[in-house]
């Protein structure tokens, strides 16, 4: 056990490297990182278990941070423990670094996740946690790992917490230890200011173990980690009281700890001194970015004890092989991010159907030949048509992982967070469902689980204004020009930063699910239907055609010497079809075009695009989003009929001809067009 003396050493060095790369950054947070570097030097010098030479070891203990702000603290601490080089500190928040404001997930150097909106990262947490239970519950105690959180006063503060805290409460994640960096300051005020509740009563309210330590003593914080990894049936809470700014004093040498301008800016301009805080915190301000001796001893001595850790459990790990190769061939399938294999071509499709049916047929076969796919719905799995996978497996209970279903109750954003621990942690493939307006209760998750490369598959159903007689608050207008917006952003990789696919019917619903079951790379949004359409007419065999739609735009018909191309994505493309109907008997040709991925599209060669939409031919364009949804693909020349207001309440027949999406208006629309 390293000496009290060590261990307070470590963290002012943590404290020092901190203060010190913000300051020569100009930018950045050192008060938060200050306080909390006692817990992180504990939680890294003596109970993190992870492989130094292989980062990516399945079962490492994993850290989720969720004050991104507090990136100093974590790249400190990492430089410690052999992953950045001083160097690497020097560059925060510089062009190019591998220090960036807010962490960026990168396994290699220790990083789990990316954190920066507050509450995101603890309910990644969550989830990575109920995908280790869920593993465990197939593999055995080969998956035996801990998670670990570190959340901040704003993280508690934020709603997401409310659904994470409830969730692995009631599933009793005995396998979660969150630290509370509890300082009582935050970026404009004091915590007092804005928030007096009782957490800790809050989080026992949930199911949870809580612990309330002072937060930089190192003799409680061990205590407390050894009482929280004895915990059997709850998560653990350990609320650290710690000194915002630990340490920092200011140019006559008096303390500077506890200032809310120490949250958001460098000592420097907060009115604090660096130099005379690097001093008194028993470093060379000539010298700033070093690890003292002492310090390096520690962990070269954890890092051989990590050595030994690493070599019993692989041991153990490799006697499982032996015992248990199907399910060691099956760990190893899982853990390789591979996309898994299906019989696509066995799956019947019911004719006519809403494509939220099927994707309920569909999910009934992953649910059968995908073992490790986990699939939520915020309370609307009967109605999402996630009770097609429901149907196959049973939900999660406390102390039962066995089934494979996540009833994450009304609470669309920390379902989508713990889906995107779930894709962390790795070893599972998650899928969550709810109505495509409740998509804005997600949109900050997306992002980040795009800008992390996340294959996360986000199912949305009720995709329109034919909801009807919900009103207009359950319609979804803009909510797909939304989501498309993130097929045109672009991620580091230079990919689409996510899969955006809308079926125009049952058999591209098929295809869409396939599609997104091979999107290993990016997040994925299956926009589905609540009604049910008309199949699109067949040329030969209507799923085999509709596999086209893998390059986001195909021809579904076309006649030859056609006059106009009319195109939609969804439903609306079975009312081009009985438009062209009408148009035909007036002389008028058509090609019809679906267009489930204008993403997808964009990335096929120039010369495909030209092929299914040439530059020269007029458009028309029918879409129950916002028109701005398809203005790309009709050009200034075309035209578009869509959605400019919200919707209204009323039965989804009398919308449609109330609102235009008829074929009868398609006639008239591209007559006007033609004269």
């Given amino acids: 056990m390293t000496d009290i003396k060590t261990l307070n050493r470590a963290a002012d060095n943590i404290r020092i490297l901190a203060a010190s790369m913000v300051e020569k950054a100009k930018s950045g947070h050192p008060g938060g990182a200050m306080g909390g570097a006692d817990f992180v030097n504990i939680l890294y010098s003596e109970f993190l278990e992870y492989d130094?030479?292989?980062?990516?070891?399945?079962?490492?203990?994993?850290?989720?941070?969720?004050?991104?702000?507090?990136?100093?603290?974590?790249?400190?601490?990492?430089?410690?423990?052999?992953?950045?080089?001083?160097?690497?500190?020097?560059?925060?928040?510089?062009?190019?670094?591998?220090?960036?404001?807010?962490?960026?997930?990168?396994?290699?150097?220790?990083?789990?996740?990316?954190?920066?909106?507050?509450?995101?990262?603890?309910?990644?947490?969550?989830?990575?946690?109920?995908?280790?239970?869920?593993?465990?519950?197939?593999?055995?105690?080969?998956?035996?790992?801990?998670?670990?959180?570190?959340?901040?006063?704003?993280?508690?503060?934020?709603?997401?917490?409310?659904?994470?805290?409830?969730?692995?409460?009631h599933l009793g994640l005995d396998n979660l230890i969150m630290f509370y960096d509890s300082n009582g300051i935050q970026l404009s005020t004091t915590v007092k200011e804005v928030n007096q509740e009782n957490v800790a009563a809050k989080y026992e309210a949930w199911g949870w173990k809580v612990i309330n330590i002072e937060g930089n003593n190192p003799t409680e914080i061990r205590k407390a980690l050894h009482e929280a990894k004895a915990e059997k049936s709850r998560p653990t809470l350990i609320i650290g009281h710690t000194i915002m700014g630990k340490g920092a004093v200011d140019a006559q040498g008096q303390s500077f700890e506890n200032k809310v301008s120490t949250h958001g800016q460098p000592l420097g301009e907060a009115g604090g001194d660096l130099s005379k805080t690097i001093v008194n915190l028993g470093g060379n301000p000539d010298e700033p970015f070093a690890i003292f001796p002492e310090v390096q001893a520690l962990y070269a001595k954890r890092a051989e004890e990590l050595q030994e850790i690493v070599k019993v459990k692989n041991k153990a790990k490799e006697q499982w092989e032996k015992e248990n190769p199907k399910l060691a061939e099956k760990m190893k399938i899982w853990f390789?991010?591979?996309?898994?294999?299906?019989?696509?071509?066995?799956?019947?499709?019911?004719?006519?159907?809403?494509?939220?049916?099927?994707?309920?047929?569909?999910?009934?076969?992953?649910?059968?030949?995908?073992?490790?796919?986990?699939?939520?719905?915020?309370?609307?799995?009967?109605?999402?048509?996630?009770?097609?996978?429901?149907?196959?497996?049973?939900?999660?209970?406390?102390?039962?992982?066995?089934?494979?279903?996540?009833q994450a109750g009304v609470a669309e954003f920390t379902m989508a967070c713990l889906c995107v621990g779930m894709s962390l942690h790795g070893g599972v493939i998650p899928a969550c469902a709810t109505f495509f307006v409740f998509s804005d209760y997600m949109k900050p998750v997306v992002r980040v689980a795009a800008l992390m490369e996340q294959p996360v598959k986000f199912i949305w159903t009720?995709?329109?204004?034919?909801?009807?007689?919900?009103?207009?608050?359950?319609?979804?207008?803009?909510?797909?020009?939304?989501?498309?917006?993130?097929?045109?952003?672009?991620?580091?990789?230079?990919?689409?930063?996510?899969?955006?696919?809308?079926?125009?019917?049952?058999?591209?619903?098929?295809t869409s699910w396939k599609l997104a079951m091979e999107n290993i790379h990016t997040p994925t949004a299956l926009i589905l239907s609540r009604q049910n359409i008309k199949d699109l007419p067949a040329i030969k065999d209507r799923y085999n055609e509709a596999l086209q739609a893998s390059k986001g735009a195909y021809i579904v018909q076309e006649e030859e010497g056609y006059d106009i191309?009319?195109?939609?994505?969804?439903?609306?493309?079975?009312?081009?079809?009985?438009?062209?109907?009408?148009?035909?008997?007036?002389?008028?040709?058509?090609?019809?075009?679906?267009?489930?991925?204008?993403?997808?599209?964009?990335?096929?060669?120039?010369?495909?695009?030209?092929?299914?939409?040439?530059?020269?031919?007029?458009?028309?364009?029918?879409t129950a989003g916002l028109p701005v949804t398809l203005e790309g693909l009709v050009g200034e020349s075309g035209k578009i009929w869509g959605m400019n207001s919200f919707g209204y309440s009323a039965p989804a027949s009398v919308l449609d001809q109330k609102l235009g999406f008829t074929p009868e208006n398609v006639y008239e629309q591209v007559k006007k067009m033609i004269k």
């Fill in 336 to 406: 390789s991010g591979l996309a898994p294999k299906v019989d696509w071509d066995s799956i019947t499709q019911k004719p006519n159907a809403a494509t939220r049916a099927a994707s309920s047929t569909v999910l009934e076969a992953l649910a059968r030949q995908v073992e490790n796919m986990i699939v939520s719905s915020a309370d609307l799995s009967n109605s999402d048509k996630t009770d097609g996978f429901l149907k196959q497996t049973h939900a999660f209970t406390k102390n039962d992982f066995s089934g494979s279903f996540l």
């Fill in 462 to 510: 009720h995709d329109a204004f034919r909801v009807g007689e919900d009103g207009p608050t359950h319609e979804p207008v803009e909510q797909e020009a939304q989501i498309r917006l993130m097929e045109k952003l672009q991620n580091h990789k230079g990919r689409n930063s996510m899969l955006v696919l809308r079926p125009a019917d049952v058999q591209e619903t098929t």
């Fill in 52 to 169: 130094p030479k292989n980062p990516k070891w399945e079962g490492r203990d994993r850290f989720f941070m969720d004050p991104g702000h507090m990136s100093p603290m974590l790249y400190s601490v990492l430089s410690l423990a052999g992953k950045y080089t001083m160097d690497d500190l020097k560059n925060f928040r510089q062009w190019g670094s591998v220090t960036p404001g807010h962490p960026e997930l990168d396994v290699e150097r220790g990083v789990e996740n990316t954190s920066g909106p507050l509450g995101q990262g603890h309910a990644y947490a969550v989830g990575a946690a109920i995908a280790a239970k869920f593993l465990k519950a197939r593999l055995g105690d080969v998956m035996g790992q801990t998670i670990y959180a570190f959340i901040s006063d704003g993280g508690i503060q934020e709603e997401v917490s409310q659904g994470a805290g409830r969730i692995a409460g």
């Fill in 565 to 622: 191309i009319l195109l939609a994505s969804g439903s609306e493309v079975s009312t081009l079809v009985e438009g062209a109907e009408l148009l035909k008997k007036d002389g008028i040709k058509c090609r019809i075009v679906s267009v489930p991925s204008e993403g997808l599209f964009r990335a096929q060669p120039k010369e495909y695009q030209e092929s299914i939409l040439p530059k020269s031919q007029r458009k028309f364009g029918l």
